[in-house]
T-cell receptor, first 113, second 114 residues
């Protein structure tokens, strides 16, 4: 059984650029949630996708958007990057919309300069 | 609204001593509660979860937590700390009806002194 994977591991972007982060869910999981974890903070919920539809969103601006594909993998897109977007972005997958069974990937470390 | 408060951003214990990490929650409905551990440069690993079954929950690596509704607490304990327990610990709460949002605390960094 393959766990949750994320790519890339690290990346550096310049303020104003756009970035796409990718997540492959665990086998059998159709729900993906994305979190932002700033340095020294707990993860903050960005949004969740369930069966390719957005199924909840945290307090993040519209420049944070996402997609879920038929194979349940997911992308997080961030436009017009700001310095404060520098963080660890975590993806978690879970079966059947049951977030309490979610499993986390290792994260993508984004640095905005 | 739901949130969790973790008391103590840093906790140090001696190897072999009791580990106690505190978490209090606020929730308008009976919550699901979780403890996660995060090692440096890694994602989160679930230690244990409370989903309205037994109030004393046993998790991995010898950790356990007790749900106390009267105190709105879900403290994490381990009888005897091991060096490998040094990590960041997060308490989280989720709604029971849909469970589609998690709210994490700010974390407690555990140091184990040899």
């Amino acid at each position: 059984e393959t766990g949750v994977t994320q790519s890339p591991t690290h990346l550096i972007k310049t303020r104003g650029q756009q970035v796409t982060l990718r997540c492959s869910s665990q086998s059998g999981h159709n729900t993906v949630s994305w979190y932002q974890q700033a340095l020294g903070q707990g993860p903050q919920f960005i949004f969740q996708y369930y069966r390719e539809e957005e199924n909840g969103r945290g307090n993040f601006p519209p420049r944070f958007s996402g997609l879920q594909f038929p194979n349940y993998s997911s992308e997080l897109n961030v436009n017009a990057l700001e310095l404060d977007d520098s963080a660890l972005y975590l993806c978690a997958s879970s079966p059947g919309g049951l977030t309490y069974e979610q499993y986390f990937g290792p994260g993508t470390r984004l640095t905005v300069t | 609204a739901q949130s969790v408060t973790q008391l103590g951003s840093h906790v140090s214990v001696s190897e072999g001593a009791l580990v106690l990490l505190r978490c209090n929650y606020s929730s308008s409905v009976p919550p699901y509660l979780f403890w996660y551990v995060q090692y440096p440069n890694q994602g989160l690993q679930l230690l244990l979860k409370y989903t309205s079954a037994a109030t004393l929950v046993k998790g991995i690596n010898g950790f356990e937590a007790e749900f106390k509704k009267s105190e709105t607490s879900f403290h994490l304990t381990k009888p005897s700390a091991h060096m490998s327990d040094a990590a960041e610990y997060f308490c989280a709460v989720s709604r029971t009806n849909t469970g589609n949002q998690f709210y994490f605390g700010t974390g407690t960094s555990l140091t184990v002194i040899p």
